[in-house]
């Protein structure tokens, strides 16, 4: 019930990343992994138990340099090869979490249709609100959905995806990253999300307002 580390230098992780928790760190051979992509696949007596296939291009796009910075799944419940199910380590707390929870770790709810984690975020990288998620669950299943992100003044800074097939139950993500690659600056945005049968008919639309804070 606890959280371990394995690495093949558990003293680097501990000279590293100031939140290394002595103790919990385990050293052992392992395979090399790419840093721009790979695929890990977990295994317990020959069975597959989980997957993915990462890429450099999940990390935080803002960051200068990705070397060194862990690559986090935000839900152990969500997708393993969804890409809005990770984000970069947080900044504040070293870029890594060894031993110990992750620093974007959030818990994904049973929303009733659609809701927002928390209807605030700072994404500044201090491992606290960092990215936008976004639950949702429906009776139906076969849906098609497109979800864009609008400025206060109605200005379309984002489209986070357009056309994509949704489970009956998840959730989705966004890093506060516009279309620009730009941070969004403070202030009140609206999250679209349209959501159709395959044969082209609207079920839902909804509007939800959310706040960008910081410092």
Not at 14 to 32: F, N, T
Not at 93 to 105: D, K, L, M
Not at 180 to 205: C, H, R, W
Request: net charge negative.
């Amino acid at each position: 019930g606890s959280y371990v580390a394995i690495s093949e230098d558990t003293n680097f992780l501990l000279q590293h990343y100031a939140s290394s928790v002595p103790g919990k760190l385990i050293e052992m051979d392992m395979p090399s992994y790419n840093i721009d992509s790979g695929t890990i696949y977990l295994l317990f007596n020959g069975i597959q138990i989980d997957k993915v296939s990462y890429s450099v291009d999940w990390q935080f796009s803002l960051l200068d340099n990705s070397d060194g910075v862990s690559l986090e799944r935000i839900s152990p419940s969500g997708p393993s090869n969804q890409a809005s199910n990770w984000h970069s380590a947080a900044e504040s707390i070293g870029f890594a979490t060894p031993g110990r929870i992750n620093s974007q770790f959030l818990y994904q709810t049973n929303a009733s249709s659609i809701e927002l984690q928390s209807d605030i975020m700072s994404p500044d990288q201090d491992g606290f609100e960092d990215v936008l998620m976004v639950n949702y669950s429906f009776t139906t299943p076969g849906l098609l959905g497109k979800a864009r992100i609008f400025d206060d003044l109605g200005r379309e800074i984002k489209i986070l995806f357009s056309n994509e097939l949704l489970s009956t139950k998840g959730f989705f993500t966004w890093d506060g990253v516009t279309s620009e690659q730009n941070k969004a600056p403070m202030g009140v945005y609206v999250l679209l999300l349209e959501v159709f049968s395959t044969d082209g008919q609207e079920i839902l639309t909804k509007k939800i307002a959310f706040t960008i804070a910081g410092k």
